[in-house]
C-alpha cells in the first residue's frame, strides 16, 4: 500500500489552520467585547453632546430673535454654515 503524502499534507494542513483559527477567535472575540463596550459608550457620549450643542444653538437663536440683533445672527450664521461646509454636509444637503 502506497502513502499519499499529498493527502495527509492536505489534512496536516486543514488541522493546524483549524488550531490557528480557534487560537485567534479567543483571542479576537475578548478584544471585540471591549472594542464594542467603548463603541457603545462613544456613541452614548456624542449623542449627549449633540443634546447639548442642540440646546445651546437653539438657545443662542432664540436670544437674538429676542433682541432683535440681526448682525449677531449674521455672524452665528456665518460661523454655522461655514463649519458645516467645511465638513461637506452643505452640498449634501444641497443635492
Same mark, same amino acid.
Given at each position: 500500500?502506497? $502513502?499519499? +503524502? $499529498? $493527502?495527509?499534507? +492536505? ?9 490557528? +483559527? ?15 463596550? +467603548? ?23 432664540? @436670544? ?24 461637506? @454636509? ?6
Amino acid at each position: 500500500m502506497e $502513502v499519499n +503524502w $499529498v $493527502v495527509i499534507g +492536505w489534512i496536516i494542513d486543514m488541522i493546524l489552520n483549524g488550531v490557528v +483559527w480557534l487560537i485567534i477567535a479567543a483571542l479576537a472575540l475578548p478584544l471585540i467585547d471591549k472594542t464594542d463596550k +467603548w463603541t457603545r459608550k462613544a456613541v452614548k457620549l456624542v449623542g449627549s453632546a449633540d443634546d447639548f450643542v442642540r440646546k445651546v444653538l437653539e438657545d443662542l437663536f432664540e @436670544l437674538v430673535e429676542k433682541k432683535n440683533l440681526q448682525i449677531l445672527a449674521a455672524f452665528i450664521l456665518m460661523i454655522i454654515l461655514g463649519t458645516l461646509a467645511q465638513i461637506g @454636509l452643505i452640498p449634501k444637503l444641497i443635492t
